[in-house]
T-cell receptor, first 117, second 112 residues
Framework: GAVVSQHPSWVICKSGTSVKIECRSL??????MFWYRQFPKQSLMLMAT?????????EQGVEKDKFLINHASLTLSTLTVTSAHPEDSSFYIC?????????????FGDGTRLSIL | KQEVTQIPAALSVPEGENLVLNCSFT??????LQWFRQDPGKGLTSLLL?????REQTSGRLNASLDKSSGRSTLYIAASQPGDSATYLC???????????FGTGTRLTIIP
């Protein structure tokens, strides 16, 4: 089945640091990828939709300048948390849409746990 | 706007029991429904997917149903095992903009 790889799985860094998270579709092309955020014991909240070769579409309330998304190829999207602060600590999950899969809407990565000290 | 609610938020049952997880939604214009499993600190594992035209899907000990008219979906787990302990999320795909709307989740604990 379709595999989505997310890296790193866990990162701890100091406040003010920028952190980049990668999301790769390993065996299919993904023109669309999605970035979710999940707080402890809560459900997934969509942050933005990443479109290959164009600007990402952000959900209401998500700061574009804080969460930079780049989708430069059909297999890679990156999320950069700029000047991260403790309130940005969360679990971030990406998913990818396989255009060749007419049934399964999205395939998910294993998530990245971000902890800002 | 689609709102998805899962009740109960947490559930503990003895091993071997059959159980039902519930998912309610407000907008019946769905394309498909998906049930996921999430282990602590991990990503999502897709369990079952039901197309809008279908009423249920089965995989092993799992059976998911969809009733659009009542705005409900259920996930039935037969003969529960400790390994079934996880958080279960339902999600709706409305087509079009391809967004998945997730439910609030049910945290399931199977007691050995």
């Amino acid at each position: 089945g379709a595999v989505v790889s997310q890296h790193p799985s866990w990162v701890i860094c100091k406040s003010g640091t920028s952190v980049k998270i990668e999301c790769r579709s390993l065996d299919f092309q993904a023109t669309t990828m999605f970035w979710y955020r999940q707080f402890p014991k809560q459900s997934l909240m969509l942050m933005a939709t990443s479109n290959e070769g164009s600007k990402a579409t952000y959900e209401q309330g998500v700061e574009k300048d804080k969460f930079l998304i780049n989708h430069a190829s059909l297999t890679l999207s990156t999320l950069t948390v700029t000047s991260a602060h403790p309130e940005d600590s969360s679990f971030y999950i990406c998913s990818a849409r396989d255009v060749g899969d007419l049934i399964q809407p999205q395939h998910f990565g294993d998530g990245t746990r971000l902890s800002i000290l | 706007k689609q709102e998805v609610t899962q009740i109960p938020a947490a559930l503990s049952v003895p091993e071997g029991e059959n159980l039902v997880l519930n998912c309610s939604f407000t907008d019946s214009a769905i394309y498909n429904l998906q049930w996921f499993r999430q282990d602590p600190g991990k990503g999502l594992t897709s369990l079952l997917l039901i197309q809008s035209s279908q009423r249920e899907q089965t995989s092993g000990r799992l059976n998911a149903s969809l009733d659009k008219s009542s705005g409900r979906s259920t996930l039935y787990i037969a003969a529960s095992q400790p390994g079934d302990s996880a958080t279960y999320l339902c999600a709706f795909f409305s087509g079009g903009n391809e967004k998945l709307t997730f439910g609030t989740g049910t945290r399931l604990t199977i007691i050995p």
